[in-house]
């Protein structure tokens, strides 16, 4: 039965397994986005609070609302990168090359802000400039450090684990795309020509039905009398002999 995805004409190639640990390295990075919003959604509360105790009293007094905006926000991007990523992964496995596409531009973009986040968070508050000039006002490392002695020790960790793994997946992912097995498995299929098969209909023309003959019977012909046939059997559908005229004579009175 031939592939409902070629046209006629054409062999199904193979998938190579460039493509095939492509998409499982997106299933991957979908999981990690999974993982880090499941372990950061019940510490709203906590980092709620954070923020409340360390802008009570200043300008940004009730920060603990942005800060748990800031976590739902998060989450939800999470989620969504992570289906789209299953998505992508699906239809790079079935050859779609507009997927591949997408899949650069959105893989770039992701290594790209994921990288300059760890960037930030390894280089801490030696790059971290302070919020305001209010004395009263904690700095951006500050709130930080509440939050690492507010959350459990194993969340910093955790996270900063996650994406790394998530950074090197997606790098990888965007490299096995754009190596020639792959290259290949995306470009358009060309039909391949295939001679015609004797006595077939030549490709793309309706095959020619012959015209319907008349049928024949299976009996002797109505107006020809079978040669053996005894003549004068009273059984014979074609009756007896017409009998011979008498023989013309001198009449006698």
């Known amino acids: 039965m031939s592939d409902p995805n070629y ?49 009570a009293g200043t300008d940004l007094d009730g920060a603990g609302s942005i800060g748990t905006a800031t976590v739902v926000v998060t ?95 997606v790098l990888a992912a965007l490299i096995l795309l754009a190596l020639p097995p792959s290259n290949e498995y995306f470009r358009k299929v060309q039909p391949v020509w295939q001679p015609p098969v004797p006595g077939s209909a030549y490709p793309g023309y309706p095959q020619a039905v012959p015209p319907a003959t008349p049928s024949q019977p299976s009996g002797p012909s109505p107006t020809t009398p079978p040669a053996d046939r005894p003549d004068g059997d009273p059984d014979d559908q074609w009756g007896p002999p017409p009998s011979a005229p008498p023989p013309s004579g001198p009449s006698t009175s």
Do not use: H
């Open 7 to 55: 046209p006629a004409g054409t062999a199904a190639r193979p998938r190579p397994s460039t493509v095939t640990y492509a998409g499982y390295l997106l299933y991957l990075v979908a999981a990690v986005q999974l993982i880090g919003a499941l372990i950061t959604l019940p510490l709203i509360g906590t980092i709620s609070d954070v923020y409340e105790e360390a802008y």
């Open 75 to 169: 989450a939800v991007v999470g989620l969504v990168v992570a289906i789209g990523l299953v998505v992508l992964a699906l239809l790079n496995n079935r050859g779609k090359n507009p997927a591949r596409i997408v899949t650069w531009v959105l893989g770039g973009l992701f290594f790209c802000c994921s990288v300059a986040g760890l960037a930030l968070t390894a280089a801490g508050s030696a790059l971290t400039p302070s919020s305001s000039g209010d004395a009263n006002v904690p700095d951006e490392a500050e709130v930080q450090r509440m939050l690492d002695d507010r959350l459990p020790g194993w969340y910093g960790p955790v996270s900063d684990l996650l994406s790394v793994i998530a950074v090197l997946a």
